[in-house]
Each structure stands twice: as structure tokens, then as C-alpha cells.
């Protein structure tokens, strides 16, 4: 299973940004995904979450901002990012629990895509 992320890059204050989390492998079946960042000497942290049936989470930095949604005929997860500031800079990961057809439910991070908000 990999999870692959794309979407970063650089943006000015105000813009906006959609990231993808695509899963490829022999995937029986996509759980909860999580959308994490990651600024330089800072600690991971959530940013917003959707369960298996669309339920959706975020943290209250993001809150009205961004947009997590799903397709499930992709096994793609996206994080729709409007009126970006400054400090949503950070790497963002996603993270995925998937169950394949020899495998239980188990976590697994993608690689990570930078996201710069700077004019």
C-alpha cells in the first residue's frame, strides 16, 4: 500500500490550495483519513479528519477555511485549502487506516508535500 501525496506549493496569503491524498495497492477497504502538518520545530498536528462514512473533524485553526472530502471510487482523499495565512505553512501529511485483503486495519503516512504561504 502507498499513500501519495500533491498538491503543495507556494501560494500567497489569501490563496488557495487542493492537496490529494491518493492510497494505490491491493486495498480491501479505506477507514478514517487524516490530514497532518508539520512546521519546522513544531510537533505534527492534525488538521482535519473524515471517517469511513464522511464524517468530518477539524481543528479549530482551520475551522471554515478548509474542506475535507473524499472519493471513494479513487481511494483518494482531498484537503481543499482557502484564505491561507502565513503560519499554514508546514509539510501536511496524510495519514490513512486501510485494510487490505491479507492485512488488518493499519495506519500508513504518505511522504508528505510542502505547502508555502508567503507573498
Known amino acids: 500500500v502507498q499513500l501519495v501525496e500533491s498538491g503543495g506549493g507556494l501560494v500567497q496569503p489569501g490563496g488557495s490550495l487542493r492537496l490529494s491524498c491518493a492510497a494505490s495497492g491491493t486495498i480491501l477497504r479505506i477507514n478514517g483519513v487524516g490530514w497532518y502538518r508539520q512546521a519546522p520545530g513544531k510537533q505534527r498536528e492534525l488538521v482535519a479528519f473524515?471517517?469511513?462514512?464522511?464524517?468530518?473533524n477539524y481543528a479549530d485553526f482551520v475551522k471554515g477555511r478548509f474542506s475535507i472530502s473524499r472519493d471513494y471510487a479513487k481511494n483518494t482523499v482531498y484537503l481543499q485549502m482557502n484564505s491561507l495565512k502565513p503560519e499554514d505553512t508546514a509539510v501536511y501529511y496524510c495519514?490513512?487506516?486501510?485494510?487490505?485483503?491479507?492485512?488488518?486495519?493499519?495506519?500508513?503516512w504518505g511522504q508528505g508535500t510542502q505547502v508555502t504561504v508567503s507573498s
Open positions: 473524515i471517517s469511513s462514512g464522511g464524517t468530518t
Open positions: 495519514n490513512a487506516e486501510i485494510q487490505t485483503f491479507d492485512a488488518g486495519p493499519t495506519g500508513y
